[in-house]
């Protein structure tokens, strides 16, 4: 059994016969939606990801980022921005890759 940080490749490895079925102690106890039927995987934590904004820098809701371009607005160029190079966390570069496919992307330094 190996737990990793991301289950995208699983179905994958499940599809390529790369996994073999095994179910612990507590199965039947994990959400149906986050373990395989076959028991060849199953999601143990889930994150989420949030905006935080600093509402005395941006008071006005209707301003405030909420998909992945909006970060790209000129509002929040020049240093206003605290996030981590993509290669530190791999949610952090699943976020650039969102902007990314947003059809614009650039780092602001």
């Not at 530190?88 to 059809?103: H, N, P, R, T, Y």
Request: hydrophobic share 45%.
């Amino acid at each position: 059994m190996v737990q990793l940080q991301t289950v995208q490749d699983f179905p994958r490895w499940k599809a390529e016969d790369a996994l073999m079925a095994y179910k612990p102690a507590g199965w039947a106890a994990i959400h149906a939606a986050y373990r395989d039927p076959e028991a060849t995987h199953m999601g143990i934590a889930i994150s989420a990801f949030s905006n935080n904004v600093n509402i005395l820098l941006v008071a006005n809701e209707s301003e405030w980022p909420r998909e992945a371009a909006d970060y790209l607005k000129p509002m929040f160029a020049n240093g206003k921005l605290a996030i981590t190079y993509p290669n530190d966390d791999d949610a952090v570069l699943f976020w650039f890759k969102q902007v990314s496919l947003s059809g614009y992307f650039y780092l602001c330094q």
